[in-house]
């Protein structure tokens, strides 16, 4: 009797001893390392930006670093420039300042648990120029290099003609679709929406021999946006690198936008001849100078929902936004 319950016993202790092995192998090839997304990079001024990430699994352990890792070269490595900014299952931010002015740079968010470092996709983006430019009124622009051309990267908020006459500013529906001479307006008749978004001007105000552009520079022509596009890689993709990224200012789910050139297209919207405002966080519009007939011009249009920068004909009585190109 005693030698059979010894056996059993021993048995017993040897599948416990079986299962225990078993469970320590299963937790180990339960444990991976942590899945992250690196969140969009937010401007701040021409040598600071905002970047972070989000953890979306500790792969079983516990994350004990999160933070981000920059380099002008493609995947950056915590072995490269890095910031640390937490720890967990969370999001984090964090600032990324006295970076190199137009330069080209390529970041990831990465976290870290007992498995090792694990990083996020990479984004790349451009730092502006040092050159700040003031219009007439006051207003100062960032500017920011793409290709062999350097724009201003706010949209026009200028209320005055170069050589200081007003630039009309039309709130009245009639008024505005009976103008032929040049007027602007605030999205909804409200001055808040044009701190971010600039003010919307008729084409009228764009062809202006008084000139709406700060000294030294001009409103883009159709010639130069096709050039843009075209070192961008074309019309069907290059929206995505124009348009500011995230979710801040246009609408879900801005498709493509990662803002790569530093250019932060903005959806303004845009005042039809008739005078209503529509399309503000969904698209934004800029004026070309290129002139097609005597009732239309040339626009250059980009979608949330899209990666393209569209080129059409628009009726010169309409409210767009405007960009101006370096002399």
């Known amino acids: 009797m005693t030698l059979i319950l010894n056996y059993r016993t021993y048995a017993l202790a040897f599948a416990l001893a079986i299962f225990a092995i078993a469970a320590g192998c299963k937790k180990d090839e339960d444990k991976s390392l942590p899945e992250l997304?690196?969140?969009?990079?937010?401007?701040?001024?021409e040598q600071t930006v905002i970047c972070g990430g989000t953890v979306t699994?500790?792969?079983?352990?516990?994350?004990?670093e999160t933070g981000i890792c920059w380099s002008i070269t493609h995947n950056p490595t915590t072995g490269d420039m890095k910031l640390i900014c937490g720890s967990g299952l969370d999001t984090f931010t964090g600032t990324l300042g006295t970076l190199n002015t137009n330069t080209q740079y390529f970041v990831r968010a990465y976290a870290v648990n007992s498995e090792g470092t694990a990083y996020g996709h990479e984004i790349s983006f451009r730092t502006w120029n040092d050159e700040m430019v003031t219009?007439?009124?006051g207003n100062v622009y960032h500017t920011v290099t793409v290709g062999s051309q350097v724009w201003l990267v706010e949209n026009l908020s200028v209320t005055h003609y170069r050589n200081g006459d007003e630039i009309p500013l039309v709130t009245d529906n009639a008024e505005w679709e009976g103008l032929t001479s040049g007027a602007y307006s605030d999205y909804e008749n409200n001055a808040a929406n044009a701190v971010t978004y600039g003010r919307l001007y008729n084409w009228f105000a764009v062809d202006e021999s008084r000139n709406i552009a700060p000294e030294g520079w001009h409103v883009s022509t159709d010639a130069e946006w096709t050039a843009m596009t075209s070192y961008l890689g074309g019309e069907g993709i290059a929206g995505g690198k124009l348009k500011e990224a995230g979710l801040i200012h246009w609408l879900e789910p801005n498709s493509g936008a990662t803002n790569e050139t530093g250019f932060s297209a903005l959806p303004g919207g845009h005042r039809d001849y008739a005078g209503i405002y529509t399309y503000i966080q969904w698209g934004g519009g800029w004026w070309t100078s290129t002139g097609e007939n005597p009732n239309d011009a040339r626009v250059r249009y980009m979608d949330h929902g899209s990666y393209d920068v569209w080129n059409y004909l628009e009726d010169k009585r309409y409210g767009r936004s405007v960009r101006c190109v370096k002399d």
Do not use: A, L
């Open 37 to 45: 997304t690196t969140t969009p990079v937010t401007y701040i001024d």
């Open 135 to 137: 219009d007439i009124d």
């Open 57 to 64: 699994s500790d792969g079983g352990t516990t994350v004990t």
